[in-house]
């Protein structure tokens, strides 16, 4: 059964920093394109950044590029996103979400996990 | 860049079919992709490719795409149906993954 379990959300000020992660079990991590995804409260989803199997293919959303980072490590299954200069704008459960085709960014966001909350306030 | 509209609400009896529209510029020279986000719970994905339906999705459930409006069909709707639902497509031109802006689907 796929498993994408994220964590690291918390309280941060404006300006501040924060890694989120995602824990993937279930199936072969390195094989698929990962993806994060938000959605701020009151709102709709939100792409936030996509990385290909083999960290070669990255791009990120408009409202985030140039203050967060994707990054995955196929050795623990995991994938990561570095969110600095934090917004208020930026408050939104995260998920990450895996790939359905293999080996390939088809962008269809096969499987989900149950999000992680980020609040960002002084 | 591109914009999909998506109308904000839809309300439907039990046992009607619901049309959920994701309108955009020549949507169906593009794959469009359906996800359900229940309450409290993270989303699920619908449909993909127009029309394709993931296993455990329903028959119910059914999607097309032509011209400038992708549609998401769910028929004989049931109280468990309610859900905000979401198309989505990819902008080859900015390699953006982009999303409607939600349709909430109220069973009366």
């Known amino acids: 059964e796929v498993q994408l379990v994220e964590a690291g959300g918390a309280l941060a000020q404006p300006g501040g920093s924060l890694r989120l992660s995602c824990a993937a079990s279930g199936f072969t991590f390195d094989d698929y394109a990962m993806y994060w995804v938000r959605r701020a409260p009151g709102k709709g989803l939100e792409w936030v950044a996509g990385i290909s199997w083999s960290s070669d293919n990255i791009d990120y959303g408009d409202s985030v590029k140039g203050r967060f980072t994707v990054s995955r490590d196929n050795a623990r299954n995991s994938l990561y996103l570095q969110m600095n200069s934090l917004r208020p704008e930026d408050a939104a459960f995260y998920y990450c979400?895996?790939?359905?085709?293999?080996?390939?960014?088809?962008?269809?966001?096969?499987?989900w996990g149950q999000g992680t909350l980020v609040t960002v306030s002084s | 860049s591109y914009v999909l509209t998506q109308p904000p609400s839809v309300s439907v009896a039990p046992g009607e079919t619901a049309r959920i529209t994701c309108g955009g510029n020549n949507i169906g020279s593009k794959s469009v992709h359906w996800y359900q986000q229940k309450p409290g719970q993270a989303p699920v994905l619908a449909i993909y490719y127009d029309r394709d339906r993931p296993s455990g999705i329903p028959e119910r459930f059914s999607g097309s795409n032509s011209g400038n409006m992708a549609t998401l069909t769910i028929s004989r709707v049931e109280a468990g149906d309610e859900a905000d639902y979401y198309c989505q497509v990819w902008d080859t031109i900015t390699d953006y993954r982009i999303f409607g802006g939600g349709t909430r689907l109220t069973v009366l």
């Open positions: 979400a895996k790939d359905m085709e293999k080996f390939g960014m088809s962008k269809i966001l096969e499987f």
